[in-house]
């Protein structure tokens, strides 16, 4: 009804001119094929903002890997297959380097930060942002020892269930989130403080607005629907509020800086700001420090969140490769905390950990890149700054690459000898220069999670596993599982 209501009035709106079509340029109309755009609305009604996905399968099996669909008045090149996909971004990983058209950033972070951001900022940002987490502490405590003391804390908390059915959302969400607080802010919340319960709201009602209907139409007219209100405006404010959150903590950090001794990232990106503040086109300023914080919450948390809860859930399903899990921990492993050193030893593991990312596959549309320039690319001829999109999902799921891909395997990334097994099509973080910085982090983070619980607990339910449902909550622009309760046996 809301959609039906939503639609009725961008074509109103429509009717009475508000919003003018640009004609095509010649330019667009050597554009790869595609369905046929209406005047203003693009292709809103074969692509349902709810369907998104549904609706792009469609179209690849008509119009081959690469086609064009209008979001609105604006074309978007889908790119689906490893093979497309590839040679996109990694061998023309210059021209398809831009970052394509993303409205909730523009709108809240004014294209500031790392993810929303292109040129020169954009790989300044990024720059400074794999360097100070590559290298974070300084002689302080690594990442790894933040994430080993945070599983500990996640640890008392399953404790605490005592054997109950429990959902694992909000204990999942506490402790990767602290793992990126720790890095930013410098510390650690308790799983009750009030201001981090507010930002765990704000991020994941920012997450489901991004993957709702609303969201989808947002993406389409957005430049109505920024003037007018309705539901999305209660979408925009969990931004406003985490950005509100952000400029509080770092107008703290300022109050107590000491240049010779920083804390975490926003002190590094302040002494940064102080260096260059006689620069007047440096880019370290508070409105990037602000954009690049927000980016790392997001990229950091959600993502691995929804990865662990998927896996538990997998797990669930298959308590076989949960048992074998457990095995290698308990030979590999013993009784000592997990390290990531023990990664190397542990290939079922690994093998597992890979399995979830590709089976969740939990950004299917990829994030939206743009060409830097104009570029003739498999007999098509795609202009400067045309939005593209890597769909991951046809990479994660590419029967080419995967044989039977919707059955969860681990053994498709191992060896006839047990060892592990690189695939190059196993692409959850993307891939080219726009690869997401904080692969390294979110690796570590999984592993570590998921050993320290299964070192300690068996995950169980009392729904039977045939009723489980490991198929995605929504077909839209993200992945998540469906709800589910589980408890934890501890393990003798």
């Not at 639609?7 to 340029?25: M, N, R, W, Y």
């Not at 930060?113 to 502490?137: E, H």
């Not at 891939?431 to 982090?441: D, F, H, N, S, V």
């Not at 009723?467 to 003798?492: I, K, T, W």
């Amino acid at each position: 009804m809301l959609f039906a209501t939503a639609l009725l009035i961008l074509v109103l709106i429509c009717l009475v001119g508000t919003v003018q079509l640009k004609a095509k340029s010649k330019s667009q109309l050597l554009l790869p094929p595609g369905p046929r755009p209406l005047p203003v609305l693009g292709n809103i009604l074969q692509v349902k903002p709810r369907e998104l996905l549904v609706s792009l399968d469609k179209f690849q099996k008509k119009y081959g890997p690469i086609f064009t669909v209008y979001f609105g008045s604006r074309p978007a090149v889908m790119l689906c297959g490893y093979e497309v996909v590839k040679e996109a971004l990694v061998d023309n990983k210059d021209v398809f380097s831009g970052r394509g058209t993303m409205p909730l950033a523009k709108y809240v972070l004014k294209g500031y930060g790392i993810t929303g951001s292109s040129g020169q900022r954009w790989k300044i940002m990024r720059r400074f942002a794999l360097t100070t987490l590559r290298n974070f502490g300084m002689g302080k405590r690594s990442i790894e020892e933040r994430i080993q003391e945070e599983a500990q804390f996640l640890m008392e908390e399953f404790v605490r269930t005592k054997g109950k059915m429990f959902d694992p959302t909000f204990l999942l969400g506490c402790a990767v989130s602290n793992i990126i607080c720790s890095i930013v802010f410098g510390k650690r919340f308790s799983y009750n403080d009030e201001r981090f319960l507010s930002l765990l709201s704000n991020i994941t009602g920012g997450l489901r607005f991004m993957n709702s209907g609303w969201g989808m139409i947002f993406y389409y007219f957005h430049g109505i629907l920024n003037h007018i209100p309705g539901p999305h405006q209660k979408g925009f404010q969990h931004f406003t509020d985490l950005k509100t959150f952000v400029h509080e903590r770092v107008d703290e950090s300022l109050k107590v800086l000491n240049v010779d001794s920083p804390q975490h990232f926003i002190d590094c990106f302040l002494i940064k700001m102080q260096q260059e503040k006689e620069n007047p086109d440096t880019e370290f300023h508070k409105e990037n420090l602000v954009g690049s914080t927000m980016n790392l919450f997001f990229a950091g948390t959600e993502t691995t969140n929804t990865t662990l809860r998927y896996g538990f859930l997998i797990l669930l399903k298959h308590p076989e490769i949960q048992a074998k899990i457990q095995q290698e921990i308990d030979h590999v492993i013993g009784h000592h905390h997990p390290s990531a050193d023990d990664r190397n030893k542990m290939p079922y593991t690994e093998a597992v950990i890979h399995e979830i990312q590709r089976f969740s596959d939990i950004v299917p549309t990829g994030l939206p890149h743009s060409t830097t320039e104009d570029i003739l690319f498999r007999g098509y001829f795609i202009p400067k700054g045309t939005d593209v999109f890597p769909v991951l999902t046809t990479v994660l799921q590419d029967p080419d690459q995967f044989p039977c891909p919707k059955v969860f395997s681990p053994e498709r990334f191992l060896d006839d000898k047990g060892a592990i097994k690189k695939h190059i099509a196993l692409m959850p973080f993307s891939a080219g220069k726009r690869m997401c910085p904080g692969e390294g982090l979110a690796r570590m983070e999984l592993f570590l999670f998921l050993t320290t619980l299964l070192q300690k607990f068996t995950l169980t339910t009392s729904i039977s596993t045939d009723n489980l449902d490991l198929s995605a909550e929504f077909s839209s622009a993200g992945h998540l599982p469906r709800y589910y309760e589980m408890s934890v046996v501890p393990r003798q």
